[in-house]
T-cell receptor, first 115, second 114 residues
Framework: DSGVTQTPKHLITATGQRVTLRCSPRSGDLSVYWYQQSLDQGLQFLIQYYNGEERAKGNILERFSAQQFPDLHSELNLSSLELGDSALYFC??????????????FGPGTRLTVL | AQTVTQSQPEMSVQEAETVTLSCTYDTSESDYYLFWYKQPPSRQMILVIRQEAYKQQNATENRFSVNFQKAAKSFSLKISDSQLGDAAMYFCAYRTSYGNKLVFGAGTILRVKS
């Protein structure tokens, strides 16, 4: 158990809908990262938040957005869902924003299925 | 842009034997970090081992060790005394020393035969 929690574990929804994925980082970690794992794209970095502020952006679609709250939990919002958004979404956390000693620990993931 | 390549989509090993998974990467940076993550059927991503590029000594964690060849940009994972619980997808990942995001390879499925 990494100490990172994600809810829900599974989510099934229809095209055009909007969903919210939630992540609670390990105790003491200030950074939260979101990754997407799909069959065609592999594991891709989406976005990072550090202590409430957006820190880095990767291949995140405009239909997706994220935020980190004062209690450091994070939410990833996916809207106007398409079939291709079906994937495993991971949250990871680390103590720092970046740097030498920073190692990311992953949550169990949320499996999103868009029908 | 940094890239990570895992050229072996699938590998098999007999229980108690040793197997080596390959990883190469491309970067212009001199300082960076390399990781191996394990993803069992549960889909959880588990950190196996990490290597700092400035360290010449290869990292070791119990039955897991790496062969880090900086000049060749190669970072292979050796699993000794393979166990059934080692069966999983293994991902090689890269991060710059100042950065944050992990860049992953495509993964290698490891099957362990009893």
């Amino acid at each position: 158990d990494s100490g990172v929690t994600q809810t829900p574990k599974h989510l099934i929804t229809a095209t055009g809908q909007r969903v919210t994925l939630r992540c609670s980082p390990r105790s003491g970690d200030l950074s939260v990262y979101w990754y997407q794992q799909s069959l065609d794209q592999g594991l891709q970095f989406l976005i990072q938040y550090y202590n409430g502020e957006e820190r880095a952006k990767g291949n995140i679609l405009e239909r997706f957005s994220a935020q980190q709250f004062p209690d450091l939990h994070s939410e990833l919002n996916l809207s106007s869902l398409e079939l291709g958004d079906s994937a495993l979404y991971f949250c990871a956390s680390s103590p720092l924003a970046s740097g030498a000693s920073d190692t990311q620990y992953f949550g169990p993931g949320t499996r999103l299925t868009v029908l | 842009a940094q890239t990570v390549t895992q050229s072996q989509p699938e590998m098999s090993v007999q229980e108690a034997e040793t197997v080596t998974l390959s990883c190469t990467y491309d970067t212009s940076e001199s300082d960076y970090y390399l990781f191996w993550y394990k993803q069992p059927p549960s889909r959880q991503m588990i950190l196996v081992i990490r290597q700092e590029a400035y360290k010449q000594q290869n990292a070791t964690e119990n039955r897991f060790s790496v062969n880090f060849q900086k000049a060749a940009k190669s970072f292979s994972l050796k699993i000794s005394d393979s166990q059934l619980g080692d069966a999983a997808m293994y991902f090689c990942a890269y991060r710059t020393s100042y950065g944050n995001k992990l860049v992953f390879g495509a993964g290698t499925i490891l099957r362990v035969k009893s």
